[in-house]
């Protein structure tokens, strides 16, 4: 490792930023480098093995403005991606970024079966539901009447719970942060990387341009941690998890914060081929053998 301490200009690209101007995105981003660049420093970890992995949507520009290694794949398939990265390279710390529309609906299969394989790599939901980047289409997270351009009527449904979906399909570490809390967000960041298992963050991500609801938030936010909120009482995350169903209602409360933490066994660790990965074994193929074979 290094010995040269890092600063969040170091994980800074020359890619033009193309997020509109105060989008609430940039949060996230200043969150997860001051992680990065924190964990980095005090030994945790080495930049030189952590992967960025996005998909398609607003989020996905991250991976143009983080200095690492990283892959861009498809929109909802940002997890297999995750997956396969982690199993090929465990040795890898893996960061996956998702928006709510390509996570909770397209990707939602991925989702479930990553919680119970609990792959050990994290995963940030940029959710400000809604899809902004093909103008504020309604998506799973949408809060139920929601006028947008595909539901003109209103959306008739209540929105998906990824919290309380999270907890019941068996995943090891939940939270929710919100993205202009810098502090309260980097940590979160932090606490996911350093958990040994699947680390998920549900971040709420006002989009200021199709459904700014800022003021909202700061209205009914309030932190778990200063609630003495016990993160081993998988009863009680799933209660503080069904506070809000994500409509703007006037009476709600929002919790921010770790839901829940569980120490078990990683994808990897149960399966006793994966003890070494592939590229750490040697192989001396014998081509001509292999070619004589099929003629």
């Known amino acids: 490792m290094s010995s040269k301490m890092l600063g969040v200009g170091d994980l800074g690209t020359k890619a033009t930023i193309t997020w509109c101007p105060g989008c609430t995105n940039f949060g996230i981003l200043r969150a997860v480098k001051t992680a990065v660049v924190n964990l980095v420093n005090n030994g945790k970890i080495d930049l030189k093995d952590v992967v960025a992995v996005s998909g398609v949507g607003c989020h996905d520009k991250i991976y143009d403005y983080l200095n690492c290694n990283g892959f861009h794949s498809i929109h909802g398939r940002t997890l297999p991606t995750v997956a396969g990265i982690k199993i090929a390279n465990p040795e890898l710390t893996v960061i996956g970024f998702g928006g709510d529309g390509a996570t909770y609906a397209e990707g939602i299969s991925h989702l479930v079966h990553i919680f119970r394989y609990n792959i050990d790599a994290t995963f940030l939901v940029h959710n400000n539901q809604l899809f902004a980047l093909t103008t504020g289409q309604a998506t799973p997270a949408s809060p139920k009447g ?125 399966w006793p081929q994966l003890k070494k990965p592939w590229y750490t074994v040697e192989r001396r193929i014998d081509w001509k053998q292999i070619v004589d074979e099929f003629k």
């Open 146 to 270: 929601f006028v947008g351009p595909s539901t003109p009527l209103g959306v008739a449904e209540k929105p998906l719970n990824p919290i309380a979906l999270a907890l019941i399909s068996g995943a090891t570490f939940v939270a929710r942060g919100y993205a202009l809390d810098l502090q309260h967000l980097t940590k979160l960041v932090e606490e996911a990387i350093m958990h040994k298992g699947f680390g998920f963050i549900d971040v709420l991500q006002p989009c200021i341009t199709y459904q700014n609801t800022i003021p909202y938030l700061k209205k009914h936010l309030y932190k778990l941690e200063e609630t003495g909120h016990k993160t081993d009482d998988l009863k009680e995350a799933l209660r503080k998890s069904l506070e809000w169903d994500y409509c703007t209602i006037e009476d709600a409360k929002i919790p921010i914060g770790i839901f829940y933490r569980e120490n078990r066994p990683t994808y990897d660790e149960q």
